[in-house]
T-cell receptor
Framework: DAMVIQNPRYQVTQFGKPVTLSCSQT?????MYWYQQKSSQAPKLLFH???????NEADTPDNFQSRRPNTSFCFLDIRSPGLGDAAMYLC????????????FGPGTRLLVL | SQQGEEDPQALSIQEGENATMNCSYK?????LQWYRQNSGRGLVHLIL?????REKHSGRLRVTLDTSKKSSSLLITASRAADTASYFC???????????FGKGTLLTVNP
């Protein structure tokens, strides 16, 4: 089945130690998104790729970076995780921008010690 | 970007009862989408209703849209314990690609 896959489901890192979260999709969608969701809060968009075109949200901290080496894969890099970065990170895709349904992966829960 | 506000924030019902959740938004939209999130999981798209539609059904789900009042409602009929989840609305308007989610409605269906 076509899907959005996130690995790992749980990630533990140390304060200040770089960490990378992975997302892959078999839907062949043009757009990939990364959201951050803290407990009992709304998912917050960090950035998205439209094909290779990277779009950063204005309030996304510089500590967060992303890479999309090909259509199928997208990575979220957190350069120096702080305690406040502990959250669920959700990857999503859509066929195209605007008016389109988004398909979400199961999420990676990040714990910062 | 456009953000929906869901109401109520939390809803607790018995299995078999109907659950109604509401969403309000501020500016004109192209469509409005509803998503479900089970605890600790990703969001799952439930239904999309376009601005020229007033009502849409999918299984036990019924969504209405009133663009004059800038509001939408999601009705789940004959609820089941498995319907326990958070429900988010995402109004989509103009040329903005983004879906901006509100805090959602936490629905608890008691067996």
């Amino acid at each position: 089945d076509a899907m959005v896959i996130q690995n790992p489901r749980y990630q533990v890192t140390q304060f200040g130690k770089p960490v990378t979260l992975s997302c892959s999709q078999t839907l062949n969608h043009n757009v990939m998104y990364w959201y951050q969701q803290k407990s009992s809060q709304a998912p917050k968009l960090l950035f998205h790729y439209y094909d290779k075109d990277f779009n950063n949200e204005a309030d996304t901290p510089d500590n967060f970076q992303s890479r999309r080496p090909n259509t199928s894969f997208c990575f979220l890099d957190i350069r120096s995780p702080g305690l406040g970065d502990a959250a669920m990170y959700l990857c999503a895709t859509s066929r195209d921008k605007a008016k389109e349904t988004q398909y979400f992966g199961p999420g990676t829960r990040l714990l910062v010690l | 970007s456009q953000q929906g506000e869901e109401d109520p924030q939390a809803l607790s019902i018995q299995e078999g009862e109907n659950a109604t959740m509401n969403c309000s938004y501020k500016t004109s939209i192209n469509n409005l989408q509803w998503y479900r999130q089970n605890s600790g999981r990703g969001l799952v798209h439930l239904i999309l209703i376009r601005s020229n539609e007033r009502e849409k059904h999918s299984g036990r789900l019924r969504v209405t849209l009133d663009t004059s009042k800038k509001s939408s409602s999601l009705l789940i009929t004959a609820s089941r314990a498995a319907d326990t989840a958070s429900y988010f609305c995402a109004p989509h308007g103009g040329s903005n690609y983004k879906l901006t989610f509100g805090k959602g409605t936490l629905l608890t269906v008691n067996p």
